[in-house]
C-alpha cells in the first residue's frame, strides 16, 4: 500500500482554539520513492490570536500570512481532495496520532468534511514515533538517539534526524519535516525491518486483536519520555471501552490464585 506523509505548521496547540497554517503531504509507494506532493501555506484568519512561540518556532513570515490569497477553507478543501485521490494509503506522521491527527480532523469538520477520512475506504493511519521509539528501545546502535539528564532518550524530530545522519531538511517547516520523517522511515525499513513489518501492516484493531489473542506480546508504553517494556497475556475486552486488558507476565499467577478478594483488591491498586 502507498504511504501519505505529512506535516502540519500552527498558530498554536489548542485543537479548538488554533488553526492549520502550512500543511505539506508526500505520497510515497511501499517502497517510499516519492509519487506525489503537496505544500500550502494560507492566511491567518482575523480572529485568531496565535501563539507567538509557535511563530517563532514555524518561522512563517507575518506578511505570508497576512497577505497569502489561499484562504484556510481553500487550503482545507485542497488537502481534502488531494487525499482523497491519493486514497487508500497509509497516513503518517511524526508524533501525528496525538497532534496532527486531531487538527486535521478538527479542521476537516469545521469546514463541512468528512473528519475520519484517514481511517475510512482502505485508509489507515500510523505514527513514525511510535516505530522510532521501538527501534531505539531495541537496536539503539541502529536508530541513536541523545539521553536527557533523567537517562530518557530525546525522540524529536530535529534531534534524532541529525543524529542519524539526515541533515538536508529544514525544521520545524512542514515540507522539511515531512521528508525528515521521511528519511527516518527509510531508515528503519532498512535497518529494523521487524518493526518496520508489523507497524505498517497492522493497523487495524480487528488484526491486532486477532494476533494478540493467540500469542503472548510485547508492549512498549512511554510515560514522560520513560520508555517502559512489557510481555502480556491476552485477557479480555473491557465491557465498555473495549479496550484489551493483559496481564502483565512479570508477576507469577501463582501467587494470585492464592489470594482471597481482599488481597486481590488490594494488589490490583497498588502504583503502578
Known amino acids: ?15 479548538q482554539w488554533d488553526q492549520i497554517l502550512q500543511i505539506a503531504a508526500i505520497l510515497t509507494d511501499s517502497n517510499l520513492n516519492v509519487l506525489d506532493s503537496i505544500n500550502e501555506t494560507c492566511k491567518i484568519r482575523s480572529y485568531c490570536l496565535p501563539n507567538p512561540e509557535a511563530l517563532l ?9 497576512l497577505n497569502s490569497n489561499l ?5 482545507i478543501l485542497n488537502i481534502f481532495n488531494k ?21 486535521l480532523r478538527a479542521a476537516f469538520f469545521t469546514n463541512l ?4 477520512l484517514t ?41 534524532i534526524a541529525p543524529l542519524n545522519g539526515i541533515t538536508d531538511f529544514t525544521a520545524h517547516d512542514a515540507l522539511g519535516d515531512t521528508k525528515a520523517t521521511i528519511s527516518l522511515a527509510k531508515l528503519i525499513k532498512n ?12 493497523l487495524k484493531k480487528a488484526d491486532v486483536m486477532a494476533r494478540i489473542q493467540e500469542n503472548l506480546f510485547c508492549s512498549l508504553e512511554s510515560f514522560f519520555g520513560k520508555t517502559k517494556f512489557y510481555v502480556l497475556s ?39
Open 1 to 15: 500500500m502507498n504511504f501519505v506523509f505529512y506535516d502540519l505548521e500552527t498558530t498554536g496547540r489548542s485543537t
Open 234 to 272: 491476552y485477557l479480555g475486552e473491557h465491557p465498555r471501552y473495549k479496550w484489551a486488558l493483559c496481564y502483565d507476565l512479570k508477576h507469577d499467577p501463582k501467587k494470585l490464585e492464592m489470594m482471597d478478594d481482599t488481597e486481590f483488591s488490594i494488589f490490583l491498586d497498588q502504583s503502578p
Open 113 to 116: 468534511f468528512d473528519p475520519y
Open 57 to 65: 518556532v514555524n518561522k512563517i513570515p507575518i506578511k505570508t500570512l
Open 71 to 75: 484562504s484556510l477553507y481553500q487550503l
Open 83 to 103: 487525499f482523497q485521490s491519493w486514497s487508500p494509503a497509509i497516513y503518517i506522521g511524526y508524533n501525528s496520532i496525538m497532534y496532527d491527527e486531531e487538527m
Open 119 to 159: 481511517i475510512k475506504d482502505g485508509n489507515a493511519r500510523a505514527d513514525l514515533l511510535n516505530l522510532v521509539r521501538a527501534s531505539n528501545y531495541f537496536y539503539p546502535e541502529k536508530i541513536k538517539s541523545l539521553v536527557s539528564e533523567k537517562g530518557n532518550p530525546i525522540l524529536k524530530l530535529d534531534k
Open 191 to 202: 535497518k529494523t525491518p521487524l518493526i518496520w513489518e508489523p507497524n505498517t501492516t497492522m
